[in-house]
């Protein structure tokens, strides 16, 4: 069994940092596309980030410059690096892979649970 587990959330103020982690754990083989998700009150879940298998990297306009997608390909880890955060980046941030191969299967578009990230103006 696959599980993405966020971490790193928390409340901060305007202009400060933080750093989101997402750890798959399981009988991982490889893992395709990350991404980090976020989603606000009353607003559809976007696209922040991502990062795919092959090294590139896409950002929402709202956060590029900002924030820095990375990844620990042998620890099945990655990271969110969000500098200088605005109030409207409050949201619930999720970590999403396009495809998970373990050993026996593939897992297709797994989530974390999701993780807060509160900014005070």
């Known amino acids: 069994q696959v599980q993405l587990v966020e971490s790193g959330g928390g409340l901060v103020q305007a202009g400060e940092s933080l750093r989101l982690s997402c750890v798959a754990s399981?009988?991982?083989?490889?893992?395709?596309?990350m991404d980090w998700y976020r989603q606000a009150p009353g607003k559809q879940r976007e696209l922040v980030a991502d990062?795919?298998?092959?090294?590139?990297?896409n950002y929402a306009d709202s956060v590029k410059g900002r924030f820095t997608i990375s990844r620990d390909n042998a620890k099945n880890t990655w990271y969110l690096q969000m500098n200088s955060l605005k109030p409207e980046d409050t949201a619930v941030y999720y970590c999403?892979?396009?495809?998970?191969?373990?050993?026996?299967?593939?897992?297709?578009?797994?989530w974390g649970q999701g993780t807060q990230v509160t900014v005070s103006s």
């Open positions: 399981g009988s991982i083989v490889s893992i395709s596309t």
């Open positions: 999403h892979a396009d495809r998970i191969v373990t050993i026996g299967r593939t897992i297709i578009g797994p």
């Open positions: 990062f795919t298998s092959g090294g590139s990297t």
